[in-house]
């Protein structure tokens, strides 16, 4: 007893573990699934909210607001997708580790993980504040655009930093399988972000009105307060950091390692908004109304897309825990399942879609012709949204077992392969329709190749383990 009085810290560290970890290798497959992706999902019903408020909001300016900020969005979720590369990296590294029953790995990785993605974005920060005029030019904003998005973009890039601190923490406790927290923490954000947005937008109770560089303080600012709380919380509470004064070479094999995933990751994830910027440029062409509708349907979008993102979300961890344990059969089940959802889900989306669309895009603008633009998209896109929810998963179950590579093949062939040639084929001859007739048939195309990759990854290694046990 009074060695637990003098070392209490291991004894509140076993608690902890209890507490903090779920064990993903045991248990029935689909309930792990359900429980770890519906906190996750009100969580990214949090993140998207931060986007489609600012969008909102927005709106309420004028056709011009909007516009500017649908020339933003592409690199928005650029650095939002290198954040996910790093989230992805740091999910695979910890998620094994758990598996392999060894959370004094698991801390150092979470530990290392947050410093370096602090670091990286604060120096892509830095550039991009420097580079906001050759970027949207470049993209097509217009002279009388670009102001604002130099209001809007010079104080959303400090957020970048801010944002890649947080999530990394909160996936590091996915990793573990807690997505609860995660959940709970994202959503305390957008309430905090849906607050200011209109203080800040608009200039109540006495707050000077800075219309778009208010919406992005509000984010900058919603997202300062959770970043400072989460750390501490995590530190103090959870316990969950190792120390940050580690040894170089200690560092820098964590980071190799992380780096292993989430450098191929960060390239998967970021295929899409490349894709999306080239695509912006050419719609650019047919009008500023066209580029503001398309930047609505792709802001409604994520939204009806929460339930993909949070599947592909726990894909990782629990590919990852399991693979890590040798639970092969358990993946190949959790594959099915992911599918059977992903094709339930898509279905209804597509019919609810078709009929909801008009009155979406009605939140977002009065102008009939984004409307129009932003209806076209959403009932056609809708058709194939079974489609990229398993090319999600796949994607984060190839990085869960610790091999990207699959991941950024199947992301570059649906954006660069199959999407782009076709995009400017069917341009030529449909119009603006054609462009996102040609996502939709990239979208079905490539998750149906998804879907029989993975498995087929899975089941070389059953094969592999198995002759390895012969010898």
């Known amino acids: 007893m009074s060695y637990f009085c003098q070392n209490g810290t291991l004894l509140h560290s076993i608690v902890e573990l209890l507490v903090l970890t779920r064990d993903l290798t045991q248990g029935n497959v689909s309930t792990h699934l359900r429980q770890q992706a519906t906190p996750m999902a009100f969580g990214l019903v949090a993140i998207i909210s931060f986007d489609a408020v600012d969008m909102f909001f927005v709106s309420q300016l004028g056709d011009m607001p909007l516009a500017a900020l649908a020339f ?42 947050v410093m370096l993605a602090g670091l990286v974005m604060v120096a892509i920060m830095i550039v991009g ?69 209109p203080i800040m937008i608009f200039g109540l109770f006495g707050f000077p009105r800075l219309e778009m560089a208010g919406a992005a303080l509000a984010t900058l600012t919603s997202n300062l307060i959770v970043m400072v709380g989460t750390l501490s919380y995590l530190h103090f509470k959870l316990r969950v950091f190792a120390t940050p004064f580690a ?44 580029v503001a509708g398309f930047g609505v349907g792709i802001r409604i979008e994520p939204l009806v897309l929460i339930p993909f993102y949070a599947m592909s979300a726990v894909a990782s961890p629990f590919m990852g825990q399991n693979f890590a344990a040798g639970k092969l059969n358990r993946m190949l089940h959790a594959r099915r399942v992911i599918a059977k959802f992903c094709l339930v ?72 392969i199959v999407f782009l040639p076709l995009a400017l084929l069917l341009k030529w001859w449909l119009g603006l329709n054609g462009l996102f007739i040609a996502g939709a048939t990239a979208n079905i195309i490539i998750g149906l190749g998804a879907y029989i990759w993975l498995g087929r990854y899975i089941r070389g290694h059953r094969c592999e383990e198995a002759h390895q046990q012969l010898y």
Not at 83 to 90: C, H, L, Q, V, Y
Not at 366 to 388: C, P
């Open 247 to 290: 040894k170089l070479s200690v560092m820098l094999q964590s980071w190799l390692e992380m780096l292993r995933i989430g450098g191929p990751a960060m390239l998967t994830n970021t295929v899409v908004p490349i894709a999306n910027g080239i695509v912006v440029a050419i719609i650019a062409g047919f009008g500023v109304t066209a």
């Open 129 to 197: 504040l420097f580079t906001i005029d050759p970027v949207f030019r470049g993209l097509g904003a217009t002279d009388e655009i670009m102001p604002l998005v130099h209001d809007y973009m010079s104080i959303w890039y400090w957020s970048v930093p801010v944002n890649a601190v947080c999530w990394i923490c909160l996936a590091s406790m996915r990793a573990r399988g807690n997505s609860m927290l995660e959940g709970k923490i994202i959503t305390l954000a957008a309430v905090v972000n849906v607050i200011l947005d």
């Open 72 to 113: 933003c969005f592409p690199v928005l979720w650029l650095l939002i997708s290198v954040i996910i590369g790093f989230e992805a990296g740091a999910v695979s590294v910890i998620s094994r580790a758990i598996g392999r029953g060894n959370e004094q790995l698991a801390r150092r990785q979470t530990t290392d993980t």
């Open 345 to 416: 889900y898509g279905l209804l989306l597509t019919v609810v879609l078709y009929v909801l669309a008009p009155y979406l895009a009605s939140l977002f603008s009065d102008t009939a012709e984004i409307q129009e633009v932003a209806v076209t998209y959403l009932r056609i896109m809708a058709v194939s949204y079974a489609g990229y929810g398993m090319v999600m998963s796949a994607c984060a179950g190839f990085n869960g077992m610790g091999f990207p590579l699959p991941g950024v093949a199947v992301s570059v062939c649906r954006a660069l």
